[in-house]
């Protein structure tokens, strides 16, 4: 069975349904995971205010160490949830053996990276072991610990393995009416995609996970699909049933 890298959106949060869809697939996986939603919580109940720019948060030096908690916990529930299932699974962040090199993106947006380098050996040797690698967007630079658009680190993963990137969030695709599931594309050009965004259709948390489909394919990616996290995604993604797939 076809090795994939998997995204987990934080807006799934870990369903039960999603992690034994994810356990039960018969091939290797590399998952990525975000925590948006979780992060956007516990800065609140920490007194502290969020502000998105152009769909990254922006992340003062102050907040950094709660967005690196709550991702390394969140990656460990997820670990718990896919072993207790059968599928044994290790939560990582970029700053285990040098995973995800970083360097920062824009100093206006405090502590936020783009990936420069990708180190997969740990993931390589998990994997060969029969481990599922669980990768929390944290990078690395001089300084510490970079947030990472979790899109943009699945995208830069799945290149540097040359894996499909399948991007899992709560819509069924990309939609041309966002309210209207029924109006999904099955299949995106990078032209198509540049119109869709400079029309506003595609929008918000979808802008990222576009680019990031696009730069994993440039990136050596063999496909990229982005679909809904429910059980019978991967089959459905797999047999193109299911999804939005984004094509170069
Ligand atoms: N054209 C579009 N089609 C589908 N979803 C879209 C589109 N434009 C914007 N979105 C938004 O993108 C969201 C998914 O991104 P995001 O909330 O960041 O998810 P995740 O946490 O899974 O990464 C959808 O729930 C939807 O609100
Ligand atoms: C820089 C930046 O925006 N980092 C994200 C990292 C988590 C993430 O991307 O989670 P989702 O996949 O749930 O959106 C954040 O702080 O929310």
Not at 49 to 64: D, I, S, W, Y
Request: net charge negative.
């Amino acid at each position: 069975m076809e090795s994939l890298l998997v995204k987990i959106g934080g807006s799934l949060k870990g369903a039960a349904e999603l992690l034994e869809e994810i356990a039960a697939y018969p091939g290797p996986l590399v998952l990525v995971h975000g925590g948006g939603p979780n992060i956007g919580e516990w800065l609140g109940r920490l007194g502290f205010e969020t502000h998105f720019h152009n769909g990254l948060r922006v992340t003062p030096p102050e907040q950094m160490e709660v967005v690196e908690m709550v991702l390394s916990t969140l990656g460990k529930q997820l670990a718990h949830g896919l072993s207790a299932r059968g599928r044994n699974a290790v939560a990582l962040t970029g700053r285990d053996a040098g995973l995800l090199e970083a360097r920062l993106l824009e100093p206006e947006l405090g502590r936020v990276g783009e990936v420069s380098g990708v180190k997969t050996e740990v993931l390589e040797c998990l994997i060969q072991a029969g481990i599922t690698p669980l990768v929390a967007p944290i990078g690395l630079d001089g300084e510490g610990a970079l947030n990472i658009n979790a899109d943009t680190a699945a995208g830069a993963i799945a290149g540097a393995l040359s894996l499909p990137a399948v991007f899992l969030t709560d819509v069924v695709g990309v939609l041309r009416d966002p309210k209207d599931p029924a109006t999904r594309y099955a299949r995106l050009t990078r032209g198509e995609v540049r119109d869709l965004v400079a029309q506003g259709v595609i929008s918000g948390g979808m802008i990222p996970k576009v680019e990031a489909a696009l730069n994993a394919l440039d990136r050596g990616a063999p496909w990229a699909a982005i679909a809904r996290g429910e059980r019978g995604v991967l089959q459905g993604v797999l047999s193109g049933q299911a999804g939005t797939r984004v094509v170069l």
